[in-house]
């Protein structure tokens, strides 16, 4: 990994010594999608990393109104890399969002969120170290269409890839190398048609400062794939996670093609998720890990896994944020969408994985979150669910390493509680139960108040109030 530095200064000299030309300011509005802003060279001294650069944050969703509009950029320093998709030399740096009047961290910047999730952790004495390693599911496609409108409403999607290409006829002879539906799942090539662009993907990745530790295909045909990198500290992480989908898109773009983060963008494929790989370290000891109970998990981390779990559907409003999210969240495709902790049982929303890595590899996975997710958000949330397990020795249920599907057939599992059926629901549940967010600030009552109602406008009514096209299959000639 690159040196990272840690300085207004360093930055500065860096410009200068490497001949950079220009430095772009990245942030992500409240739904986490990534903005920019960029900044010639010659515009760039110390000073910018003191006292920001103004924007008008009324026109970045989920901020403010027209009469409140003036915010900050504060770039941090420590989170500089060069950016590989310019043509002229160029760094990029993440920045806090800071409210001019006054000078205060603005309430609903996400950064500024995991920030302060990472400070409660530490001032509590739990530990003094979240680590995060997200696992971020996606798909590639050759050609993307769809539309909304008053008279039509469609997608069309396409990939080589699919099992539903190996019928058709081109300018190229079909080979027939493609993998049955939802049968890809380490997939070699040429069945694997993406091995070579998952390689360059890896290749930026590290460029940027993240570890790839392997890359595979996934379980969906049409070009699902996966590329695994090293974990870390919480804000560290989201910043990650925001630059590997900043990097899948942009390198998949060069090469003709689209990925996309959506959690279920295929009927009868399995989702897209972005399952959360969770430890706690203090003194540089894993809290997470005792030897000889279930799982080796100490009672720190049962309780951790109690919170996660009596605040799941909330944190579902969350961590699944869309109404695609529900999607996946459906029995037949591996879901965790069963709220229980199990050590091998992947539709369990909580594994916890048996590693041969000893006390320091110890973590519980939360497999429910998908891409769509803002992951400064998501692991906020997932940190305030833990604590207020650990502070309130929340006992999760008995852990179920039976076939879960098995179980409900038999009516055995009928009590088993699952995740919302819907993104109405997991707000609804989030709307219920948030005070372990805002309890010691990590969110705030307005961050909370805003997201529950741009869900509801803006998300929710707009696919509510739409004709659906399965709809014209069932009923047209009614």
């Excluded at 760094?91 to 500024?112: E, H």
């Excluded at 739990?126 to 590639?140: K, N, R, V």
């Excluded at 058709?168 to 799942?185: T, W």
Aim: proline letters at 7%.
């Amino acid at each position: 990994m690159p040196n990272r530095p840690t300085s207004a200064r360093d930055v500065v000299r860096r410009i200068n010594d490497e001949g950079i030309e220009f430095l772009d300011l990245k942030f992500v509005d409240l739904l986490g999608t990534l903005q920019h802003l960029t900044l010639p060279a010659e515009m760039v001294d110390e000073a910018l990393f003191r006292n920001g650069m103004a924007f008008d944050g009324s026109s970045v969703r989920g901020f403010t109104r027209i009469n409140q509009s003036d915010m900050l950029l504060i770039p941090d320093p420590a989170s500089v890399f060069a950016d590989p998709f310019f043509d002229d030399p160029a760094l990029s740096v993440f920045c806090d969002i800071v409210d001019p009047n006054g000078r205060y961290t603005f309430s609903r910047d996400p950064r500024s969120v995991a920030r302060r999730a990472e400070v409660l952790l530490r001032s509590l004495g739990i530990a003094d170290t979240a680590y995060f390693g997200p696992e971020i599911e996606f798909f590639i496609f050759d050609d993307v269409r769809f539309d909304q409108a008053t008279q039509h409403g469609y997608f069309f999607l396409n990939s080589s890839a699919a099992s539903w290409s190996t019928g058709e006829k081109g300018d190229d002879p079909n080979l027939g190398h493609r993998a049955a539906q939802r049968g890809a799942y380490f997939s070699a090539p040429p069945v694997d048609q993406y091995n070579n662009l998952r390689s360059k993907i890896s290749h930026v990745l590290k460029k940027v400062g993240l570890q790839p530790e392997l890359h595979h295909h996934e379980v969906g045909a049409a070009g699902q794939c996966e590329i695994g990198f090293r974990f870390g500290p919480l804000l560290q992480q989201a910043d990650a996670a925001i630059k590997y989908k900043y990097v899948v898109k942009n390198v998949v773009n060069r090469f003709g093609k689209t990925a996309t983060f959506m959690p279920k963008p295929l009927l009868q494929e399995n989702g897209s998720g972005m399952h959360h790989n969770i430890s706690l370290s203090k003194d540089g000891r894993n809290v997470f890990y005792e030897a000889g109970r279930y799982g080796d998990l100490s009672e720190v981390a049962l309780h951790f896994v109690g919170g996660l779990l009596a605040h799941a559907r909330a944190l579902c409003g969350i961590c699944c944020p869309t109404t695609n999210s529900y999607r996946r969240l459906v029995p037949g495709y591996e879901a965790p969408m069963n709220l229980l902790y199990s050590g091998r049982n992947r539709s369990a929303c909580i594994r916890i994985p048996t590693m041969t890595g000893g006390p320091k590899s110890k973590r519980i996975e939360f497999r429910t979150p998908d891409p769509s997710c803002n992951p400064y958000l998501s692991f906020a949330a997932i940190m305030c669910a833990g604590i207020d397990g650990v502070r309130r020795r929340i006992e999760p249920p008995d852990p179920v390493d039976e076939d879960i599907y098995e179980l409900a057939a038999s009516g055995a599992g009928a009590d088993i509680e699952r995740t919302p059926g819907s993104l109405d629901e997991a707000i609804t549940a989030l709307e219920a139960d948030h005070d372990f967010l805002v309890q010691d600030g990590v969110f705030t009552p307005d961050l909370i108040e805003t997201w529950v109602e741009y869900k509801r406008q803006n998300e929710i009514d707009f696919v509510r109030l739409r004709p659906h096209p399965g709809e014209f299959s069932l009923y047209f000639n009614t």
